[in-house]
Each structure stands twice: as C-alpha cells, then as structure tokens.
C-alpha cells in the first residue's frame, strides 16, 4: 500500500451505513511522528501529485472533481490553497458556490454546478457544492422558501430525495469518467470558536469574519446531524467522502494531498502511446531540425 493510501484510508467512508461522525476526531493526527515528518510528506505528496496531474492532462481521459464542504473556519481556502500549490494551473478550476443568484434559483438544484464540471484531463475543485442544497438549506427553512418549489414537492422526505438524486447524478459522473472525491474537513466546534476569535484580534485576518458566521454557529448540532445523514447517505465506492480530521490545519492538508494522491494513482495514468505514423513524424521533424543551420 502506498503512503499516500495508508495514510488517507482511515478517513475514507466509502459505506454509509454505519457511519457515525462521532467516531471520527477532529483533532487526529495519526501516522505522524513529528511535523517535520508530515512537512516532507506533504512535500513528496505535491510533487507526485504534480507528476500525475501531469499525466492526467496528457492522456485526457478522465476528470477529477474534489467537493470540499465544511462549517465556516475549517480550512477549506487555506487546504485548497496549500494542497494544489504544485499544480499547473492550466490543468485545474476552482468554483466557489455562494447564495444562488436569482438566475440560479429560477433552475433545478444541480443546474449551477452542473455548469461548472471538470472537462476530461482537467482536475475541478468546487468550493462548497450542490451538498449545501441539503445542508444550509435544510437547516434554515427560509433559503428554501427562496427555491419556489410547488407545495406538493416540499416534504420531509425531500432530503432522502436530494440523497438520491444527488447519489444518480454521482453515479452518472462517473460512468462517464468523472472521479468524484468529496472532503468534509471535520473541525471541532472549540477550535472554531478559537479562529473566530483569531480573525477577530489579527487585523490581517479581519476581513475572513463575518457576523452571519457566528449565528450559523447557533445551529452547530443541526448542521452536524445534517452532515452526518449526508454523509452515511452519500458516501460510495465510486463516490467515496473522507471526513478530515481540520483542527490541526497541517494535518487536514497532509490527509487531502494524501488522498488525491491515491486517488490519481488508482487511476494508472500514463503518458499516451507514441503509434508508428507519429513517430516517424517525429523524426522527421527532428531531422529538419538538425539539417538547418539555425
Ligand atoms: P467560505 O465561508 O466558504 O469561506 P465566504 O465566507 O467567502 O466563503 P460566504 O459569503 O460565506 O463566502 O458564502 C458562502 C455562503 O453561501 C455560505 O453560508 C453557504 O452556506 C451559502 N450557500 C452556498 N450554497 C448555497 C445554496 N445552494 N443555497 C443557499 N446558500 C448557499
Ligand atoms: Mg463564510
């Protein structure tokens, strides 16, 4: 087994049902002896992983779409950030889903994503995703009032039918060669309350606060059994979450580099083959070369 798959397994949820978010603790940091030990790991993490996506382009056969969902301060920017330093960017998207605009509300709720999805070669990162469509959505009645859904449609089963259709639309990607990977960082509700207070007094972190964060902090246990039904409702083979243990910001980064790793090298990436024509091609484009002066 690779480093990179020992180390990202444990927190890999590819069966939901007896998942358990209390089961997993947001301050592990197992595996790691020291943090000069996860610095060179995250550093060899990089680089394999800017050797794959490298690969990934060239043969231009599958997608990769990583979901980062998380409550507010868990690290999602900074993991995102740190994680995809190494690779080119020519490869790669990034989309933040914030409050749908009117446009995005008068469609059905994948219809904003849906637009956004890594083409072939590409690695797509979705900064929040459809996933909040059962998350804060679900915890505050009014966003749904916003969605205009028909009376008859509006239910308690709604969010075992988002599960579904969100499950399908999953399955979907990937019989079509998208990979899906989604991470929720896992943050404890203390350690939260720290970086709050953190942004509050560093005038350089000032503007990452936003009051509306603290009321959301209120429906901490609504949001945690939300996440946790989602999770146990969505996790698959294909569609595997990891529920990153993020108070310890250098950990949570080491587990999501780690897990992309595994997940590109379970793909067998491989330059594309060279057939005879092109490199016969190739040849006699070299030999042009040679032949002229400058
Ligand atoms: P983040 O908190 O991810 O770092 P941000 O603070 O820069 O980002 P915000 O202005 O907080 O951005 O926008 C994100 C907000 O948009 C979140 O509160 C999120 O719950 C909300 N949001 C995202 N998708 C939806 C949706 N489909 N329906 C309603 N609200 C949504
Ligand atoms: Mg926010």
């Given at each position: 087994m690779s480093w990179a798959s020992k180390l990202s397994k444990p927190y890999r949820i590819d069966h939901g049902k007896k998942f358990r978010l209390k089961d997993f603790?947001?301050?592990?940091?197992?595996?790691?002896?020291s943090k000069e030990h996860a610095k060179e790991l995250l550093e060899k993490g990089i680089a394999e992983m800017a050797d794959l996506q490298d690969k990934l382009y060239a043969q231009d056969r599958w997608a990769v779409l990583l979901i980062f969902q998380a409550m507010d301060a868990a690290g999602k920017d900074g993991a995102i950030k740190h994680v995809m330093s190494?690779?080119?960017?020519?490869?790669?998207?990034?989309?933040?889903f914030k409050a749908p605009s009117s446009e995005d509300l008068n469609h059905d709720f994948l219809w904003r994503t849906s637009k956004c999805l890594p083409e072939?070669?590409?690695?797509?990162?979705?900064?929040?995703?459809y996933y909040e469509e059962v998350l804060v959505v679900r915890v505050h009645s009014?966003?749904?009032k916003n969605e205009r859904l028909p009376d008859g449609l509006v239910s308690k089963n709604m969010w075992g039918e988002?599960?579904?259709?969100?499950?399908?639309?999953?399955?979907?990607?990937?019989n079509n060669a998208v990979v899906v990977?989604?991470?929720f960082l896992n943050v404890s509700r203390a350690e939260q309350k720290r970086r709050f207070l953190e942004r509050l007094e560093t005038p350089e972190k000032n503007w990452k606060f936003s009051a509306a964060d603290v009321r959301e902090r209120e429906c901490w246990n609504d949001y945690m059994i939300a996440y946790e039904e989602m999770?146990?409702?969505?996790?698959?083979?294909?569609s595997p979450w990891y529920v990153v243990p993020a108070d310890n910001k250098w950990y949570t980064r080491l587990v999501v580099a780690a897990a992309i790793v595994d997940t590109l090298q379970d793909l067998k990436l491989a330059y594309p083959n060279v057939d005879t024509?092109?490199?016969q091609q190739l040849q006699a484009a070299r030999a042009e070369l040679e032949k002229r002066k400058s």
């Open positions: 603790d947001p301050g592990a940091t197992a595996q790691i002896r190494g690779v080119n960017p020519q490869g790669c998207q990034v989309y933040s072939r070669g590409h690695i797509g990162i979705f900064n929040r995703s009014d966003i749904l988002r599960f579904e259709d969100i499950k399908n639309f999953e399955r979907y990607l990937s990977r989604k991470f999770i146990a409702a969505t996790a698959s083979p294909r024509e092109k490199r």
